[in-house]
């Protein structure tokens, strides 16, 4: 059994790499969005042309990163939705409403002052973490069977 | 053609009474999430009986409100997100990415001062909007092809 | 808003009745299957012929009874099943993994003795009562975002 | 042609070894749940933190087995559903429910005794087995179009 | 409970009359193919223009009668595939095909020399009967729970 | 039966109105893009904001009639698709594509010269028309059985 | 590009062979039902216990070899129906309505006196051939973009 | 991350082999239709026999394209849809529908003056491009996370 996990949420922190790193040896296929801050939010403008509206500049950027979401997310047997302390990150919170709707187990990793705000999606989460460590351990029961310690 | 309008966001300011009320005549028939924030918050607990942990106590509630809120996402044709000024909204975002991957014609209703922080939610609307009485001049430009004015 | 809810499960008490009655002035409407055990049980060879084995008796039974059970299922936002004190009752559990897989809202009802062993199907629900009361006022709060007392 | 078989259900004898070893040298992928009955309770309070209340212990474990069984399910063309001599085995009939849903071709395996209580179930399946031999049996046929003997 | 029934098969006996005249006071809204043998085959070249290639005249009518067709066939809750002593009735396995893929309740109405060529489409039947009266009682105990007798 | 037909492509004659009166009488629910040109094409700045681009000025626009027009392709039984003489008329094939995806029941509407063009459009419908009257006889046929004359 | 091509229907005459043979070189996987007429029309007793009523000896193995037959078509990029002279084959036309609902490829082949009796099944074909050659012309064509001659 | 992308649309530059050569080294597997004209206009009647009317010699031919056409579209996560300068490409745009009806990921390719004729189609899509270099570029960001220059 293979995973395909979509890492979906904050890019700030290394948080990725300590799932993949902590995840070598286990079948796991991961994928995630662009996590090149600058790349992601001028790629629809350096290469479809300058807008002098931020608006469609953005717009231009969003619609060429769907493309690379809608992949991971349509594709993923779990998809992973970090929130971290600070920004609005509401691409996330469209994420993990995207993948409720496909279907997809989710796994929401958040500190634990989002509690609250987060109830919504944590009702739509097979496991809700704190620690990427969590997660870790989550694909590897789910693989091997096999608990921590 | 009826249209079935989801209301979903924000629940401080009477957006939803502005539509509505504007709608007046048009073949619409809205629904929405429960706006009474303190109900919305206990429902689980009320009615399944209480938790001292308040993860669990949240937890409840919003499984409760997620039958509404599903109920309302997958009969509406369209679906209305209203970000506000404050909060984290998350909920809010989280019904975009389900309406999205459903296939939900969306149109966004935000200050602008969110433009850049929503931009991956408004790459997947047919409409941004800030203010209330656009989204009733889209209702019933779809409806009746009359344009304001 | 009008919910269309099905009541799967056990049929040797009147919690259908409870439920139904308690939900008077609700815009909801109840499907359930055919709660008469012995024609439930009969129907196909009443119908269809009889079957000197009893697997073929049971069978033909169970496929005519499957044509009310997942048109019921299939029309319903929200599946209540419940589970009594006594038999097996796998019926009741199939039609909950049937309605969770088509996205269904799910309620158990359940007696509390019965956490441990139905803790898959409760994974798959949005709310886990012990009394029709508490169904109802789950419907009467999802409908009109009143709560009890 | 490769067939890709979900074993759910009862956990306490080797059945599925019987399977698995008999179907060897047939183009089958085999998945199953975790077997461990142990880790299986525990995984979520062993993973994701502690719970003094036993119905939010076994509802995180609960959980994260979905994760596991939602993907052998979906990922399965013929499921293979053995009900034992005892428990309740709901999740069981749940799979099996699940499965119907998702039209996959269902295979139940139990003792006779059980005929009559699993009517609803038999009436979803292709085929309704006693013994792990005769699932080898089923496999290789549609695999290779030889029968036993 | 309404039931949609689409009426599919043999045009050259009253069958179709005995079944809705015996579901009189039912909650049951039937449909069916177009039954005027004649209009059905020249359907296609007497709006749409003569053919001279027989081939082409079939295809004309066979494509427009399947706007009506696959209209019943996909509303239906219910359908009754029947076939009769005489000719090839390849339309009526395949709307049985068509019926079966989407999941469809089927019933199927057939003399008993055609059970053994009829044994793949009976194997997606919930019901195999020889009467047109049985039809009508399986609506009748499917709606109202009631056995003939 | 209730048919609902949606009206695609070609605004510059009068073909809707010629099949709506035509189909007096039959039970038909006719839907259809807003068909007052500059409404249209105006529609998304008008009501969200002057576009100084050229582009995006269309593109609120056409995004804005998208809302109107997913919901008549996606309620519709019938999709109905008029090539005029003039112009490229990319939305109706587009039309076209969108509805033969949903696999709805198409009627393409051309005059002969567009024939060899047209291919591929014919190639995913049930019938080619080239005079409205015939599109009105169609549907009285579907619905009534009665063909012309 | 891969195609995965099924092969339903007629079993005594060597059309299966022929199609495979011609296409040597083309990127093809071939599946179809076990065509062993004897051990097909056994399987079920032979594997899951003896029916002394004819109805249910057939029943049993139209139910497993229904497991091979529905792999076969869920895969399927293109599906070829052969009607050959002799017999009711429903089931064929059966695999045909199944392969037209799924959206498939369907190629049907016969000979041409079945020509009207086919008429609605080649309504939903994307081509009428006569001989084995075709379709093999056909798959070339497809994959290779190469005509014959 | 493997990207499928179908390159639909105009057959008489040399946009495909550029977007191809430019894409080597990326993780993409290509797939268009017939581009040989001859072929792919005759290929119908090639294979299935002479067709005197013009129509039915067109139908057949695109009848059998639609094979390979469809199975490009439904296994593509993106599909570039090129319009050329001169012609009525409604074939472009019909699979443009398809597309935007399935949920995939569209990038547009056309010249600058089709721009408002082609403002539905626009709507659909994720990018719009006038170089197949930009599709190159759109590619390699997708997949790798590099922008040009």
């Known amino acids: 059994m293979t995973l395909h996990v979509y890492l979906s949420g904050e890019i700030h922190t290394d948080w990725r790499e300590q799932i993949i790193e902590g995840s070598q040896g286990l079948d796991v296929i991961f994928s995630a969005p662009v996590t090149d801050h ?11 042309g300058e807008e002098p509206n931020k608006f469609w500049h953005d717009h231009k950027g969003a619609m060429v990163n769907a493309i690379r979401t809608r992949k991971g997310l349509e594709e993923a047997d779990v998809v992973v939705v970090r929130f ?15 993948a409720a709707a496909l279907g997809k187990s989710i796994i929401v990793l958040n500190p634990p002052e989002h509690q609250h705000a987060l109830k919504e999606v944590h009702a739509a989460a097979l496991a809700v973490a704190e620690e990427p460590r969590q997660v870790v351990e989550i694909l590897r029961y789910v693989l091997t069977g096999t608990l921590p310690g």
Chains 1, 2, 3, 4, 5, 6, 7, 8 share one sequence.
């Open 38 to 48: 600058a790349a992601s939010d001028d790629c629809g403008v350096a290469i479809l």
């Open 84 to 98: 971290g302390e600070k920004y609005k990150q509401w691409n996330a919170a469209f994420d993990a409403g995207y």
